[in-house]
């Protein structure tokens, strides 16, 4: 079965401290790959996306189908960081999230 | 461009109504996905329309049900409510092919 493992609920970390978010996930065939956030007050939106493998708001992710990871990274993190994540798999369309992680940035 | 939205913001019903949520998708997008977001878990899967009609479903009961309108906007509808029913109600509108979707604010139903 198709599935995603984020197995931090709460990561805190100060501000210029370097952010590693985990994503695991279980899909047999070529995963489609996104990270999602949801800062306080706002809509889900999409951050990024592994085939685009571009960079934004300094977060990187890597899709490592040996270790079926897809963690999310930043190497000095900022308060404004601070929200929720999550990390989905699409499957024909439809996505399959994570429960997410809240990254919490401390001043 | 006009995003997605969604309405009602909040709802309160009892166990055993039914209730209609409304979502008008992204200006140019035709597909329109609907998600469950229990508190403290991420979006699950409820079902996708497209051309007015269901495009694939989640795991859940049949009391759950939709409508796509030729303006792509869509209704979820959901009958003999049940206290779990409780939940943030996301709708996601895209471009039928494309795996990126954006999202509304979310419907807030409160099942007493």
């Not at chain 2, 035709?30 to 051309?51: C, D, E, H, K």
Request: overall charge positive; charged content about 20%; glycine content about 8%.
């Amino acid at each position: 079965a198709q599935r995603v493992t984020q197995p931090e609920k709460l990561l805190s970390v100060f501000k210029g401290a370097p952010v590693e978010l985990k994503c695991n996930y279980s899909y047999s065939g070529s995963p489609e790959l996104f990270w999602y956030v949801q800062y306080s007050r706002q809509r889900l939106q999409l951050l990024l996306r592994h085939i685009s493998r571009e960079s934004i708001k300094g977060f990187t992710a890597d899709l490592n189908k040996g270790e079926t990871s897809f963690h999310l990274k930043k190497p000095f993190a900022q308060e404004e960081d601070s929200a929720m994540y999550y990390c989905a798999l699409s499957r024909t369309d439809k996505l399959i999230f994570g429960t997410g992680t809240r990254l919490q940035v401390f001043p | 461009e006009t995003g997605v939205t969604q309405s009602p913001t909040h709802l309160i019903k009892t166990r055993g109504q039914q209730v209609t949520l409304r979502c008008s998708s992204q200006s140019g997008h035709n597909t329109v996905s609907w998600y469950q977001q229990a508190l403290g878990q991420g979006p699950q899967f409820i079902f996708q329309y497209y051309r007015e009609e269901e495009n694939g479903r989640g795991n859940f009961p049949p009391r759950f049900s939709g409508l796509q309108f030729p303006n792509y906007s869509s209704e979820l509808n959901v009958n003999a409510l049940e206290l779990d029913d409780s939940a943030l109600y996301l709708c996601a509108s895209s471009l039928q092919g494309s795996d990126t979707q954006y999202f509304g604010p979310g419907t807030r139903l409160t099942v007493l």
